[in-house]
Structure formats: C-alpha cells, structure tokens
C-alpha cells in the first residue's frame, strides 16, 4: 500500500502529517459555532395587508383573493396559506427549497406591486418579508415588581429593549402585555349631538389647534433663517379649553363634549409570570447565528441590565433554549467518549497486548480531531445531527484499525519482525479495508444528499460520517502501521506487582483461548452448514419474513419525542371572548399548573387569537412521572376550565417545532359544507383511541352588527358612505388624530366615544353626518339601517380554497397508524361531498417525505455497494453473495425496536442505513479472504471455512466494538437521549442478527455463486 510504504520508510513524514491533522483538528474545534440543529433555509414569504374596519368576509374578497392570484404566478410556489381576520390578511407563501428565500420575497414583491392599485384605497401598504416557520425565541425575559406595567413599560421601551436590540446575533425583540401611554378624548355621545356636532369636525378641529410644520426660510442678504411654527399644547388641562366650533358667535370647548384621560393603548397582548402581570420580552435570533453564543450575549446584558434597574423591578429569564442545546451536546461528548472507552477496552479483551489497545486508543481520537478541520472547511457547527454522527461514528473509526492491527499480529505470530508483519500485514488486508470504507460512504454519501425538508438537516449528518471513515482510513493507513512497525512486542509473561493486572492480562488470556476454542467450533458448524445449505437459506427467508410481518404491524412516528422537563400550552378561547376574560382563563389555568408540585415556572402570552403557556418542570430524574402522563392529567384539570379549548405539547428535540403530530386540511369552495363536514371529521379523529387535543380552525362565528347604507338616501342626502364608516370608526374604535409632546416623548391622542356609549350602538339618530350639498347635518339613521349577522372570526384559506385545519396529538398510538386508521374510518362514516378534498397537513407532509426520502437514500446506498464490490472483485456476481446479505440487518433491527417498544422512525432508519454498510463490511472481509485462497488452488468450500475461522475474530471484535460503542446512546440518558436511542436499538439488533447470520448465509450464498460459475463457466 502506497500510503503505508511511505509511513513505514518515512516515520517522521507521517508523524508530522498527524500532528497537523490534529493541530488543525484543535483549532477547528474551538472555532466551531454551537447551535441545535444545522442551519436551513426556508423559503417562506408572508404578505401582510391591514385594512381598518373590514371584517373577515371583506378581506377575503378584497384583499386575500387578489394576493393569492397574483403570487400563485411566482415560479417555484408550492403551497398558499391564507388567514382573513378582521382588519388584517396575512398570506404565507412556500416555495419549493431549490428557491433562494431573497429571490421569492423579491418575486413576491414585484408580483403585490402590479396589484398595489387594485386593492381598497384604506388598505395600508402591504409587508412583505421572508419567514422562518422553524425560528422561536431563543430567550424569553419578563419584567415583574411592584411598579405599575405602565412604568415597566417605559422602562423596556426607553432602556432594555434598545440594549437587547444591540446584541450581536439578536434579529428581532418582540413585546407583550406593555401599557403604553395615550391621551383619551372621550366623546359624550348626547352633548356631540345636542350641539350638532360632526365627528370629522371635532378631528380637525384637534389636529388643526394642535400643531407644529416649517414656515418656508427668509433670505436677508446673505443670511438665510428657517420660520418654524409652534401651535402644540404644553399641558394637557389645555385641551378642555380648545374651541372645536362656535355657535351663534359663543364657542363651543371640548369640555362641552368630552372628557380628557390620561391612560393607556388597548392591549394587543397581555404577559403573566408565575401568576402575576409582567411584561414579556421574546427574542429571536438572525438566520444562521449560534443560539448558544446569542443566549450567552443576552443572559450577560441582562445581569448588566438589572443593576440598572428600579429597585421594584426585575428582569427574570424565563426561558433558555441555549440551555436545552449544550445539555444535548454535553450528553451526545459524553456518550463518544464513553462508547470509545468500550471500544478500546474490546481491542484489549481479544488482543491481550497493551501495546496494541495503546494504538488503537491513539486512532481513535486521531481521526475524530480530524473530523473537525473537515467539519470547519465544509462551515458546518456543532450540532444534534453532526455530534450524533460522530457518536455513531465512533465503532466505524476503530474498525478499520481494529482489522489493520488484527491482520498485522496474526503475521507477527506467523515469525515476522514488525516491520515485515507491519507491511504484510496491511498489504494483505488493505483492498478489503479499502472497500469496507468505501461501502460506508456509499451508504451515507446518498443520505447528505437528500433533498427536502430533511435533507437541509441531514446533510451534515450524512457529510461528517463520511469525512470521519476517511478520516480514519487515512490514519489506519500511516499512523496505525508506523506504531505497529516500532512499538508491537509480544508481551512479557512475568507477573506484575500489581495483582489487579496481573488479573487482568490472565482473564485476557483466558477469553482468547476460549475464542479460539470457538474459531475451531465455527469451523466444524461451518462444514455442517454447507451440508444443509438449502435449510439454512429457508430458515434465513422465514426469519426475514417474519420481520417483515413484525415491521408492517409496528407504528411509524416522525421523530421520537424526548422528555426535556418542558411543555408548551396553547390556548384557544371561544369565539367572542375579549383579550380581558381570556387573560383571566389563562390565570385559572397558572393557578392549576402552580398547584403541582412537579411545575417550577410558568410564563403566560395572551393575544389576540390565541394564548400560550411555557411550563418547565423538575428533571425527570426526580420526577415520579413521565411528561406525558403529567399532561394527560393536566388535560383532565384543564377541562373544568369553561370557554377554552388546549392543546398540550412537550417541547422536544427536532425541527418540527410546535406542530402537532397529526393534520389535516380539508378544502373547498363552500365553507358551509367543509364546516358540515369538518365536524364530521374532528368527532372521528376525538373517537379514535391515543389522540388528544383535537382542535378545528373552525370557529363559529360571533355576533356582528352590519350597518347597511341606502345608496339612494345617501346620493339624495348628499352623504358619500365613506363618511359614514369613517365616523362609526372613529366613535366605536378610535383614531389617533393627533399627538402630545410631553418633553422627548410623543404621546397619541385618540378620539373615541365615552366607555358606556361604545358599548351602544342603538341609536343611530346622534351621530351626524354633513351633508356636501346642503350643509346641513343628517343622522346617520336617515341613510342606514342595522342588520344582525353571524361573522366568522376567522377564515382560512389553503392553496386558494377555503379550508377547516384539524390537528391533534397523539399519546400511547404512533402517527403513521393514526393517520391510516383516520382516514378509513373517515371515509367509512362521511362521505366527502363534492368540490371538497382532504390534504395533509405539514407535519403528516413532513413525515411521508422523510420516509420516502430515506428508502430513496438506502435504494441508492444498495446500489453504491454493488458498484464498489464490482470494481473490488472485477466480477458482477460475487458482489451478488454480499447484497443478498444485507437483508440479514433488518431482521434484528426490526427485533431490536419490537423488544426496546420503539416505533419505525426517522431515526431508525438512519440506524438501518447504516447496517447496510456494516454487514458488507463483515462480507467483505470473508469472500475477500476466500477468493485470494481459491485463487491458490484451494477448493471453495475449503477456502471459505478457513476465510471465516481466520476472520471471525476481526468480525467479532469489529461487531463488538459498535455495539459496544451503541450501549450509551441507547440507554437515551440525558437531554434528547429518547430522540436518538431508537438509532441505537436498530443498530444494535441489526448487528447482533446480521453478524451471527452472515458468518454462515454469506459463505453458503458465495457457495451456491461458485457453484453455479463453475457449472456455466462464468468468470464475471
């Protein structure tokens, strides 16, 4: 072998190109960022319009349709998501990932622009930016004390929210349940219409009485002055003497119809923290910056920040997710270092000689320091997928070390010096080593290359474990045999002084002759077997049949859950509940949760549509029981709770984020059919057995009160309706018409009638309108009539139909089943109507494309290997005994996850992929050894009993080594150990089967190969 021969003339040379690789190893490692999963990039764009005072149906038709139209023309569009809500239409588009994310908002935005004229003239100017369905806070703050919210607020605003903002990494600093200031003129309804007063007018009169604009400049020889004008009121007691209009020559103040307040902004969100009212602060990271780096800033600036603050002030922080990410990576250190002690102790147990556990111990670190100059030039971070391939990397960086130093003892045991056995050695084993690698990398190469969703979080996974095996080639090449030339004896039989080694080098002893007892009885069970060949291939087809039966009745899931002492709690209220009594609800539901005594902090969000509970718990070490079964009591606690509907999800590794286990769309033209048959559906999916928090996007709609204007009364009159909705707006919701300047601050002034009138929409004979023809004063009621209608709160729309979303999660049952069993009985029980479909929701999407995806990767992965054992054996039909052999993984990786009670996972068959490369790996090393002595004129059957005696003991203690390297990771100790044993229990299984099976199915499959060559004279 060319990179041996220099190693073994040159020890120097390949000494130092090993202490650069670890040089730059090191220093790669620490320059390394550290983050929860790889970066990717999601080509997501929203469009958000606000029109004021349109209703849900509005917005719909004029706003919603028209967005849909234009950029369902963008190349690339996958699916449209649409939400109509009163006053907004908010428009997700997904692209297809192939799309660069700057390229479709820049489409997206062209596209709104041709259509910018078309929409209603009050729509405001639409936003259109990128979005990240996967980002989420990376710390959430709150502010508590004994100080009023709308001092907190201030004190957010003006001191912590700037510094937060200033924060290298930080994207965006989101606020909820602030009060800010705002100056109240509230209008008595019966004193605007005993003067006969307008709505537009008392508006102008403010904004008119109320002012500052430059004058224009005066030029007086060569100088030159700015005129500036100051009309601002100084002092709010000022605004009741302002003259809003004059009748009969006496002035009419705005103390005559209203009253001033100096309070708050109505609340688009409230914050509570442990059961009191705060001020919640959510801050999201910028794209492709470390989370761990960014909470560290963030968790700094805040200790700076509270010494600055009022004494009844403090800024807690509520939650971490840098926390849950350096547990995760601190578990997956520990558990390479751990599977690589087990391994090293397995080259001792069956080599017996120090000397060669030392190199080996030496390659092993060798090639993972490697590893991250490699992972550093690619730009790739320390993350769940790259330090899970490394983990699993950890039995396939010391197997081709283990093979290399095996082959060199045995030669040193046939009389050679070391270097002779050195270079014999390595030269006879160096094309099998060299094609058990390349197998590995055929298996995984196609894996970094997925596409998709998975494939973005994938890719580092795939990549690093190919870069660790060559890697470890390389180093099992030059620095394993340069040790092995100088450093490999036979050890000294003279008892040590230490009795706990002298023990120890007895009981190594020991098990070797005992191994070789076992070599000599495998090769007379080998004799027996290649009697009985036919029985052995039937027993073989029975076992994989079986666990091919086994596996068609085992659960599919996405990824497993892990249970990081952390739930996120949605809650939905029923239609027409105010932001107040919602807020109140989610009270009741902190005071339930504080109760138990397994909960240690609970942080609460109220908006709009919705709320959100953060729950942490006690570890679950210390807990008596697991998240799940405390959430499905918490469910049961939650139902007493009237006017809500929750939906309970432990926060767990995995880029699925908050979406639920199981969805569905069902679309259509005619939402009084979907909503039928929506309900339809959601009793089904509420009756099946292991599914939970069943919610519709359906709500029923709340009352609503439509104010018709008379065309033809209103053209007479000489009212436009555009006046009318104007006043109704600025009466019953208020408009900010003008602002006070109180030092630095600039505080709105909001017009709007008194509390009690709000509240009152009966009579329509007191508000006026202007007539533009007569200038008389008309009541509204001569032109309008009032209509109660139902008004959905919300529509939703899916790829340009409107839609009912329906979603649960699922306990004790797994998804894939869910799913099927669902849709029969669906279909069983309802029947679709016309015009309508059911689509899969993302995440059921999310799951069948990774599934697919990974079958196409393992497809591709047996094809690679055929390819490779082609060129290694110049024949097209050896290779044939090595792929029949590959189906010997699956019977004991489906055993494997059938014993350990794991479903068929994403996961998993990660773990399944990989045994391909490890059974060819243990094949290779056989029919390699076998053909070179059939080639010296042994007989086949001959060569192949003493190719499996002579190779049983790399195989085993190659096997060995990964199992053994498997044990930490499928114990699932630590943060996300549940998310990443499933691989564990695969390979494990896989291995235990596809060893024990291929040591006596490959030679009698290469047998029958031989045979039939023989018969029909084939070569190839």
């Known amino acids: 072998m060319f990179l041996t021969d220099i190693s073994l003339r040159r020890p120097v040379f390949a000494t130092v190109c090993i202490i650069a690789l670890l040089v730059m190893g090191v220093i790669s490692f620490f320059g390394l960022g550290s983050d929860e999963f790889p970066p990717a990039e999601f080509p997501y764009v929203t469009v958000t319009i606000v029109e004021p005072g349109a209703s849900p149906n509005q917005i719909q038709d004029n706003v919603t349709k028209k967005v849909e139209d234009a950029i369902g023309q963008v190349a690339g569009m996958k699916h449209i998501n649409s939400t109509c ?81 200033t924060i290298s990494g930080v994207g965006s600093v989101k606020i909820y349940g602030s009060e800010e200031r705002e100056i109240h003129i509230n209008l008595n309804r019966d004193k605007v219409s005993m003067y006969g007063l307008t709505t537009n007018e008392i508006a102008t009169a403010l904004k008119s009485t109320n002012m500052e604009a430059s004058a224009g400049k005066i030029t007086q020889g060569t100088s030159q002055f700015s005129l500036h004008t100051n009309g ?9 003497t302002l003259v809003i209009s004059r009748q009969n020559g006496q002035p009419i103040y705005l103390q005559d119809i209203a009253t001033i307040e100096d309070g708050t902004k109505e609340k688009d969100s409230m914050a509570f923290y442990q059961g009191r009212k705060a001020i919640g602060i ?62 090293v102790l ?83 084993i160096g094309l099998a080593v060299i094609a058990t690698t390349l197998a590995l990398v055929a298996v995984f190469l196609p894996v970094g290359m997925l596409n998709g969703v998975v494939g973005q979080f994938f890719k580092q996974f795939g990549i690093t474990v190919v870069g660790s095996v060559l890697i470890s080639l390389f180093v099992s090449f030059t620095l394993v045999p340069m040790l092995s030339s100088r450093y490999l004896k036979d050890e000294e039989h003279a008892e040590s002084k230490y009795k706990i080694v002298s023990l120890i080098k007895k009981g190594a002893n020991w098990f070797n002759l005992k191994f070789d007892c076992l070599a000599e009885h495998y090769s007379g069970l080998l004799e027996i077997v290649f009697k009985h060949k036919i029985k052995l291939l039937l027993c073989t087809v029975l076992l994989f049949t079986g666990s091919m ?57 109220v908006q709009d549509d919705a709320g959100n509970l953060y729950v942490e718990l006690v570890d679950r070490e210390e807990r008596d029981k697991s998240i799940d079964q405390l959430a499905q009591e918490l469910r049961a606690e939650f139902k007493k709770v009237p006017g809500i509907r929750v939906s309970i999800t432990p926060v767990s590794l995995g880029p699925t984020g908050d979406l639920k286990d199981i969805e569905f769309n069902i679309v259509g033209d005619d939402i009084n059919t979907l909503q039928e048959y929506g309900e339809k559906a959601q009793k089904v999916l509420e009756e099946l057995p292991g599914v939970v928090d069943v919610v519709s996007s359906y709500k029923p709609g709340s009352p609503q009160s439509n104010i018709v204007i008379n065309q033809q009364k209103a053209a007479d009159l000489g009212v436009e309706p555009a006046q009318a909705l104007d006043a109704l707006y600025t009466l019953y919701n208020g408009a900010v018409v003008s602002q006070f300047k109180d030092g630095q601050d600039q505080v709105d002034i909001r017009l709007q009638l008194e509390e009690n009138n709000r ?59 869910v799913n099927e069993i ?153 943060a996300g150990g549940e998310t990443r044993a499933p691989m564990a229990y695969a390979i494990i299984g896989g291995l235990i089967s596809s060893t024990l099976l291929t040591l006596f199915v490959v030679p009698v499959i290469y047998s029958f190969i031989q045979n039939v060559k023989n018969k029909f004279h084939l070569s190839k």
């Open 85 to 165: 809500q009163n006053n907004v239409s908010i428009t997700y588009a997904e692209f297809t990932l192939e799309t660069r994310s700057a390229d479709a908002v820049q489409n997206v935005r062209d596209k709104i622009g041709t259509i910018r004229s078309s929409l209603p003239k009050d729509c405001e100017e639409p936003i259109i930016a990128s979005f990240d369905p996967t980002s989420k806070p990376v710390v959430s703050l709150a502010i508590t004390g004994k100080a009023s919210l709308r001092e907190m607020t201030t004190t957010v605003n003006d001191l912590i929210k700037p510094k937060l903002e």
């Open 282 to 343: 959510d801050i999201v990271k910028q794209s492709g910056v470390s989370t761990i780096d960014v909470a560290d800033q963030i968790t700094r600036e805040c200790e700076n920040i509270q010494k600055e603050l009022p004494a009844d002030m403090h800024l807690k922080v509520v939650k971490d997710n840098s926390i849950i990410i350096k547990a995760s990576v601190d578990e997956v250190l520990k558990t390479i270092v751990e599977g690589a002690i087990l391994a």
């Open 549 to 605: 039966v086994a596996a068609a009745n085992m659960g599919t899931d996405f990824i497993p859950k892990s249970d990081l002492s952390k739930m996120n709690i949605v809650v939905e209220p029923d239609a027409g509940l105010t932001k107040e009594a919602t807020g109140n609800k989610m009270l009741q539901l902190d005071s339930i949760l504080r109760k138990n005594k397994e909960v240690t902090k609970v942080y609460a969000t």
């Open 759 to 817: 509240n009152d929409i009966d009579n329509l004979n007191s508000i006026f309108l202007k007539s533009s023809t007569s200038g008389q004063l008309i009541p509204l009621s001569a032109i309008a009539d009032k209509e109660f209608n139902p008004s959905p709160g919300v529509i939703s729309r899916y790829d340009k139909q409107q839609r009912i979303y329906i979603s649960g999660n699922i306990q004790g049952a797994s998804a894939g089943e």
């Open 822 to 974: 669902f849709l029969k009985k669906l279909n069983k029980e309802a029947t679709l109507p016309v015009g309508c479909k059911v689509v899969s929701g993302d995440m059921t999407e999310l799951m069948d494309d990774s599934i697919t995806g990974m079958f196409f990767a393992l497809l591709m992965a047996v094809l690679f290997i055929i390819f490779i054992m082609a060129a290694q054996f110049e024949s097209f039909i050896d290779p044939l005994a090595v792929v029949l052999s590959l189906p010997l993984a699956v019977i004991g990786a489906i055993f494997g996850l059938l014993i350990m009670g794991s479903n068929i996972n994403l996961i998993s068959l990660i773990g399944m992929i990989m045994l391909m490369g490890l059974v060819t790996k243990n094949a290779i090393l056989l029919i390699d050894f076998a053909r070179n002595e059939i080639k010296k004129g042994k007989p086949c059957n001959q060569a192949l009993i003493l190719a499996g005696k002579t190779r049983l003991r790399p195989i085993i203690m190659t096997t060995l080594a990964m199992v053994l390297g498997m044990i930490p990771m499928a114990m699932g100790e630590g």
């Open 232 to 240: 601002l009121i100084t002092k709010l007691d000022d605004f009741k």
């Open 346 to 428: 397995i080259v001792f147990l069956f080599l017996a000689n120090w000397r060669t556990t030392i190199i080996s111990a030496i390659a092993l670190p060798t090639s993972v320091i490697g590893v991250f100059a490699l992972m550093k030039v690619l730009g790739f971070t320390l993350n769940t997928m790259t330090l899970t391939a490394l983990s699993l990397s950890v039995g396939l960086l010391i197997d081709d070390a283990i093979v290399v130093i095996e082959n060199i003892e045995r030669h040193r045991h046939m009389g050679k010096n070391g270097f002779e056995a050195t270079k014999d050695g390595t030269s006879e």
